[in-house]
């Protein structure tokens, strides 16, 4: 629970700005162009003889697309589990912005948040309208768990096969990380005491308690995110593995 007087939320979000882009949402504000709402993104995906995935048609898969273009993905389960890391540590770090620095948090639904899938932080989410909820880790978990996250995971289990252990996993790192850096922006005030009990409640919840460990800030993850799959990749700093796994050597004669 936060303790904290809660405050109106500013139209535009004006707190979000001093906290890194990655926080940054734009809000109450025109949309720079048609973009799909995220609930077209975890929508079913359209027929396979659609062509190549549009942004407007298909926003999940064209994002997966551009993902596995942009860092060499072997496989594309590899380039959506790199964008769904991306987009759950968006709104982590949107939701936990709000929460600690207003006491509220913004309605978030999937029908009313607009994405941009071809552009990255903070030029990706664009929210019509501000409307607040309370900024409790229940409300928290409500908005980014139920509202996106689980919908997100089942779209990517159903195009791609990605594990639901990896998924959240993924969710809960990109969670840790977002309340690192709200609580290393909010330089030892309340508000950092705030980012950290909002982190290890919303890391309590049952879809997150048993994909990691949180030590203090320090976060590992029982599962990884697959990003040592490409080339030059590693481990990252909270992954399961202390180094890149190796390839299962091939048997004699095997092609």
């Known amino acids: 629970m936060i303790s904290l007087d809660a405050v109106d939320l500013d139209p535009g979000l004006d707190a979000l700005r001093a906290l890194g882009g990655f926080s940054v949402l734009h809000a ?70 709000c929460a600690v620095h207003y006491g509220r948090v913004p309605d978030l639904d999937p029908a009313l948040l607009h994405w941009d899938p071809g552009a990255g932080a903070p030029d990706d989410l664009w929210l019509p309208e501000v409307r607040a909820l309370p900024g409790d880790a229940a409300t928290v978990a409500a908005v980014v768990l139920d509202g ?14 990605v594990a639901a252990g990896l998924l959240w996993g993924n969710a809960a790192s990109a969670l840790a990380g977002a309340g690192r ?46 990003y040592y799959r490409v080339p030059g990749g590693g481990v990252c700093g909270d992954c399961c593995f202390p180094q890149p796994p190796r390839a299962p050597a091939r048997p004699p004669g095997a092609p």
């Not at 996250?149 to 159903?158: G, I, K, N, S, W």
């Not at 709200?182 to 508000?191: F, K, P, V, W």
Request: aromatic share 4%; proline share 10%; glycine share 8%.
């Open 148 to 161: 996106h996250l689980v919908p997100l995971a089942d779209a990517l289990r159903t195009r791609h096969r």
């Open 181 to 226: 850096e709200l609580e290393r922006r909010s330089g030892g005030t309340d508000a950092a005491d705030r980012a950290r009990r909002l982190t290890a409640d919303l890391l309590a919840h049952p879809l997150l308690a048993g994909a990691g460990t949180l030590t203090g800030t320090a976060y590992r993850r029982r599962s990884c995110c697959l």
């Open 28 to 97: 109450s504000c025109p949309l720079p162009r048609p973009l799909p709402a995220l609930a077209r993104a975890y929508a079913p995906a359209p027929a396979s003889d659609a062509g190549p995935p549009d942004a407007h048609r298909d926003p999940l898969g064209f994002r997966v697309s551009a993902v596995a273009g942009a860092i060499g993905a072997p496989e594309p389960r590899v380039a959506a589990s790199v964008a769904q890391q991306g987009l759950a540590a968006r709104l982590w770090s949107v939701a936990l912005g």
